[in-house]
């Protein structure tokens, strides 16, 4: 669940220098002063691997999570929710959030270490460095490593690579990757040296001929864990000697005699007299096809091996997660790694490795018997909206499951990490007593997902978002998870969605699914979706822009070049002027308007992206680059670079620079500042030479900061959207800690929503002043036979595209009246025998030649003056295809 991170990263690697810029008339702006924001997760729970759960033996409740490329969490037991601890890393330090270890110290149990950098390729351009905290991890202090580490690189999964001795907690171990062998800090992890006798530093390399250089790194040193006083265990990937020990705290080291080999440990836990081991016969965490579990008697030296299913039994998978019951000896878990299919399978011994049994069993086949149930009522998304034949079920069980923890304090309570989420049981010893216990979703407050677009329309739900590996979601509401995400087309990775801005309803989206569809279009605001067409040659999302009007589409998808469209994406025609792999963007007012930036080049079209002409303005060479146009200001786009904010008002021809951003990541546009015309400005990049996150209210004469050192979130602002009906609001989407809306602490100023509304008061909200009349009105005897006073619209037909017989057509619907409309209802007769065959954005119905088209609820009120979109399909017996007239409007106010 976590490839899509990579390319996102790879982005920011690349930030570098940039030629000089020229422009024209720049803008005198001030440094930014302060202005204090609450931040808050969008809720998803979950959306990414979580390598790791790590409970402090020392103290009771105190659990750690840490992820591959979201940071690290702390477990909140009063409030059942995880903790993020690392939101203060920041742009320069992104990396930190790739988690490849964490230790907590259980003796003096305030502190705790955690082992932090991203890549070990040049992804990632800072070295590693280990982080330690007294206060459970609320602060840290930082010493750097003279190496790289690798938090989302293969063998994540192994573990853990850090551990502080229990004997003498002044002493931790870092187990290191890449053929840099152990370190040891004596200082409570202050500083740092290598441990020079320890005499294997690894040779396990997935690829060594991958020239990206992510499959090809030596995974070096796996875990450390600690027997009797003296006693120190290590693993190394090195399937012919893969596990060393210590006898004299250090002094020497030996490998361990007649231990297993061809494998490689993934874990070593160590419970009263044995060591046991789960091995693999890859690091992980996406494979694994063979393996065992071992255990070494540690006063004999003998091993045994205690595999659950043996290996003449040819099992297709290898061994991962392994944890012990400290309160039962001889009580121990283990998951396999791989099981793809039909599902994860765990494992459970109470005699030490001798039996055991499992979590589920087939009966006649497909038929299986569990001995859990699911239920994901929190998080129903985790189904995956998929509904399998048996013996497969949703949701699954997990898979890359290389952490699986009981509780050192109580025995019923287990957590183990996914691919997607962390899951949890309460009633664990149930297993015991052939009694069914259910495991839930316990990932509330971790947010993991990469996020590689977002979209705040003025009507509908607040945001829809596009994100890696989970495709997306229709956010109806902020604070709550969703009942699923984008689907029906499923497109894995969504890297692209817009909307039309004056017909909010229309809604694409692109993404990176491994074959066709690579698009998917909505007509009720991003909630439902179907399957667009699209041109031969595809093989990845890449951006999307929508026309104001819904009637363009541009598309730059990866594979081939670029593409435009008039039919909402049932065809598309080559452009021409652009080249492949553009960044796209519509005009928010002008529909036939669009904008593009592609290797240091701005691209204006004004023919709805069929031609495009090049800018002589200056644009950043290279590096993050990010376009926006302003809603409701014909013309004007503004372009966050590496060389700073630039703004154009005349569509791309010149642009002028905001001289105190000196650089930028991405630029974004909200509702006015009370009083405001102009809608506020929102950035991530440097102002001032401070980097962060800021608002303008003036067109960027001025800025206030209005996030903090707290709240950096690492790699942030890839995504970046304002919200056009809360004053102050913005959405910023980051690679790895989810998407975060912060408000202004003043109180936000909220317009109503002119569209769907998915709350509603049940009561009033303040008792009637007076009492209302015990006798009606009388009533009028008829009713009226015209439009209520100040009530009005009307209804703009048009065929959109054609083929040998049928048809799709588009019907325009606006409030001329000077009041909001309740609904609406659209009429016509057709002349030539055509019928309706389906319909979005309105739900049609045909009697004979009559036509009657109601609307879909949430577009049914309309501000005045505001404007909604239906569309159809229809059959067409013959050539003709005339236009209905009149086609009518009838409002309800």
């Not at 956010?475 to 004056?502: C, I, K, R």
Request: a negative charge.
């Amino acid at each position: 669940m976590r490839r899509s991170s990579i390319g996102a990263t790879v982005a920011a690697a690349l930030l570098g220098a940039t030629t000089a810029l020229v422009v024209a008339q720049p803008n005198v702006a001030t440094a930014a002063a302060a202005e204090p924001y609450t931040w808050k997760n969008v809720r998803i729970d979950g959306g990414g691997f979580v390598p790791s759960i790590v409970f402090n033996p020392g103290e009771k409740n105190l659990i750690y999570a840490r992820t591959d490329i979201g940071g690290a969490y702390r477990w909140n037991e009063s409030a059942q929710s995880w903790t993020p601890l690392l939101d203060w890393v920041g742009q320069d330090n992104w990396g930190y959030n790739g988690v490849l270890s964490i230790a907590p110290d259980p003796v003096q149990t305030n502190r705790v270490y955690a082992a932090v950098g991203m890549y070990t390729n040049d992804w990632d351009p800072n070295n590693g460095a280990i982080l330690r905290s007294s206060d459970k991890g609320s602060t840290w202090q930082i010493t750097k490593l003279p190496f790289k580490n690798g938090g989302n690189m293969p063998g994540r999964g192994m573990g853990e690579r850090l551990a502080v001795d229990p004997h003498d907690d002044s002493h931790v171990y870092f187990a290191a990757e890449g053929g840099n062998g152990l370190w040891r800090s004596t200082d409570y992890g202050a500083t740092w040296a290598k441990v020079t006798n320890f005499p294997n530093a690894g040779n396990y390399v997935q690829d060594p001929a991958d020239t990206n250089h992510y499959l090809d790194q030596n995974q070096g040193l796996t875990w450390v864990t600690f027997g009797a006083a003296n006693q120190i265990y290590v693993g190394v990937a090195d399937k012919d000697n893969p596990v060393y020990r210590s006898l004299d705290n250090g002094t020497t080291w030996q490998r361990i005699a007649n231990e297993p080999t061809g494998f490689l440990a993934h874990k070593g836990v160590i419970q009263g007299n044995y060591l046991y081991i789960a091995t693999s016969d890859t690091g992980g965490p996406y494979d694994g096809g063979a393996g065992q579990v071992q255990r070494l008697d540690l006063t004999t030296g003998v091993w045994t091996d205690i595999s659950p299913t043996k290996a003449a039994d040819s099992p297709y998978y290898g061994y991962s997660g392994l944890t012990v019951d400290t309160l039962h000896p001889g009580t121990l878990m283990v998951a396999t790694q791989i099981s793809w299919w039909p599902d994860a399978i765990f494992f459970r011994s109470t005699d030490y490795g001798a039996t055991w049994t499992r979590i589920w069993d087939f009966t006649s086949y497909p038929s299986v018997s569990k001995r859990y149930t699911m239920d994901i009522s929190a998080d129903p998304w985790l189904d995956f909206n998929t509904n399998p034949q048996p013996p497969e079920s949703t949701p699954k069980l997990g898979w890359m499951n290389e952490s699986l923890a009981i509780d050192p304090f109580n025995s019923d309570r287990m957590l183990y990490g996914t691919g997607a989420t962390l899951y949890g049981t309460t009633q664990l010893t149930n297993w015991d007593k052939n009694t069914t216990f259910t495991i839930k979703p316990m990932a509330k407050g971790i947010e993991e997902t990469a996020v590689l677009d977002l979209a705040s329309p003025p009507s509908g739900a607040p945001l829809v978002s596009a994100l890696g590996d989970i495709s997306g979601f229709y956010h109806a509401n902020l604070d709550a998870v969703q009942p699923s995400f984008h689907d029906t087309p499923s497109l894995t990775s969504n890297t692209g969605l817009d909307f039309a801005e004056l017909s909010p309803s229309f809604f694409v989206r692109v993404g990176n699914a491994d074959a066709a569809p690579h698009i998917g279009i909505s007509n009720d605001g991003g909630k439902t979706w179907y399957q667009g067409q699209e041109p031969s040659g595809v093989t990845g999302g890449g951006t999307v822009a929508v026309g104001a009007d819904a009637n363009s589409v541009v598309w730059a998808p990866a594979g081939t070049g670029v593409y435009y469209s008039t039919t909402r994406g049932s065809t598309w025609s080559a452009s021409t002027g652009l080249p492949a792999g553009a960044l796209v963007e519509s005009d928010r007012v002008n529909p036939k308007t669009f904008y593009a930036y592609a290797a240091g080049k701005f691209y204006t079209s004004t023919d709805g992206g069929a031609t495009f002409a090049t800018s002589a303005a200056a644009m950043p060479a290279d590096g993050r680059v990010h376009l926006k146009a302003v809603p409701g200001a014909a013309g004007e786009v503004w372009l966050a670079g590496s060389t700073g904010l630039l703004r154009s008002t005349d569509s791309g021809a010149t642009f002028s620079k905001v001289s105190s951003v000196t650089s930028g990541v991405n630029v974004a546009f909200g509702k006015a500042a009370p009083g405001a015309s102009h809608p506020a400005v929102f950035l991530v990049g440097t102002v001032g030479g401070v980097t962060g996150v800021f608002r303008s209210d003036d067109t960027g004469t001025s800025w206030v900061r209005i996030n903090d050192d707290a709240h950096q979130y690492g790699n942030a602002g890839d995504a970046l959207a304002g919200d056009p009906r809360v004053y102050g609001r913005v959405y910023l989407g980051t690679n790895g800690r989810g998407i975060l809306y912060a408000d202004r602490q003043g109180g936000a100023t909220l317009t109503p929503p002119t569209g769907d509304m998915t709350t509603h008061p049940t009561t009033p909200a303040t008792t009637p002043a007076t009492t209302p009349p015990t006798t009606p009105a009388t009533p009028p005897t008829t009713k009226p036979t015209t439009a209520p006073p100040g009530g009005g619209c009307t209804a703009t037909y048009e065929i959109t595209g054609s083929w040998g017989g049928g048809f799709q057509g588009s019907v325009t619907v606006k409030n001329t009246g000077t009041v909001a409309t309740r609904s609406w209802t659209v009429g016509w007769t057709f002349t030539a025998g055509q019928t309706v065959t389906q319909s979005w954005g309105g739900t049609a119905t045909q009697s004979g030649t009559a036509v009657t088209v109601k609307d879909a609820g949430y577009n049914a009120v309309l501000a005045a003056g505001a404007t909604t979109t239906f569309g159809f399909l229809g059959n067409l017996p013959s050539t003709s295809n005339p236009a209905p007239s009149p086609v009518t409007c009838t409002p309800a106010t």
